[in-house]
């Protein structure tokens, strides 16, 4: 086992060693700009995908040209799924993983107002740069409620 490891540790190339050194440098700097919250949920995210058979849905492209979808299961006015796809960068994927969140058990009027101030002080806020990315998570939220609403309670089938 110990000469196992040393072996590779022996392996190890500069190159190893050189990335392993940025990767670490990276992650300094990504913990000086985003919070732990903003890091875990970008890193390992809730809710990520679609739902087949969706009665809500909403897709949004954002004023940085990422775009956001929502889908959403609702049943008598009450949200009891919803996942998110984004093509954004990680602080909207950590924005689509805790609205997503948010809204589970909510019924329609409670999820109208879900707002991106609510995604933000969950995360303990975003970098000045990265607020319009709670934005388009808000309002990817909101054009699925009102998809549904206008659709009736067939909605959106996929
Ligand atoms: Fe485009 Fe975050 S969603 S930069």
Same mark, same amino acid.
């Given at each position: 086992?110990?000469?196992?490891?040393?072996?590779?540790?022996?392996?190890?190339?500069?190159?190893?060693?050189?990335?392993?050194?940025?990767?670490?440098?990276? /992650?300094?700097?990504?913990?000086?700009?985003?919070?732990?919250?903003? /890091?875990?949920?970008?890193? @390992?995210?809730?809710? /990520?995908?679609?739902?087949?058979?969706?009665?809500?849905?909403?897709?949004?492209?954002?004023?940085?040209?990422?775009?956001?979808?929502?889908?959403?299961?609702?049943?008598?006015?009450?949200?009891?799924?919803?996942?998110?796809?984004?093509?954004?960068?990680?602080?909207?994927?950590?924005?689509?993983?805790?609205?997503?969140?948010?809204?589970?058990?909510?019924?329609?009027?409670?999820?109208?107002?879900?707002? @991106?101030? @609510?995604?933000?002080?969950?995360?303990?806020? /975003?970098?000045?740069?990265?607020?319009?990315?709670?934005?388009?998570?808000?309002?990817?939220?909101?054009?699925?409620?009102?998809?549904?609403?206008?659709?009736?309670?067939?909605?959106?089938?996929?």
């Amino acid at each position: 086992m110990g000469e196992g490891r040393k072996v590779k540790n022996d392996d190890k190339t500069d190159l190893d060693t050189f990335v392993e050194e940025i990767e670490a440098k990276i /992650l300094e700097e990504e913990r000086e700009i985003y919070t732990e919250r903003t /890091l875990k949920e970008a890193n @390992d995210p809730k809710n /990520l995908g679609k739902i087949k058979g969706a009665n809500g849905f909403g897709k949004v492209t954002g004023p940085c040209g990422d775009t956001m979808q929502i889908y959403l299961k609702i049943e008598d006015d009450k949200i009891t799924d919803s996942k998110f796809l984004t093509d954004g960068c990680g602080s909207s994927i950590a924005c689509g993983s805790v609205i997503t969140e948010l809204v589970r058990g909510k019924s329609i009027e409670e999820a109208l107002k879900v707002g @991106d101030k @609510d995604i933000l002080s969950i995360l303990g806020g /975003l970098p000045e740069e990265n607020l319009h990315c709670s934005v388009l998570a808000a309002d990817t939220l909101r054009a699925a409620i009102e998809d549904y609403i206008d659709k009736g309670k067939g909605g959106y089938k996929k």
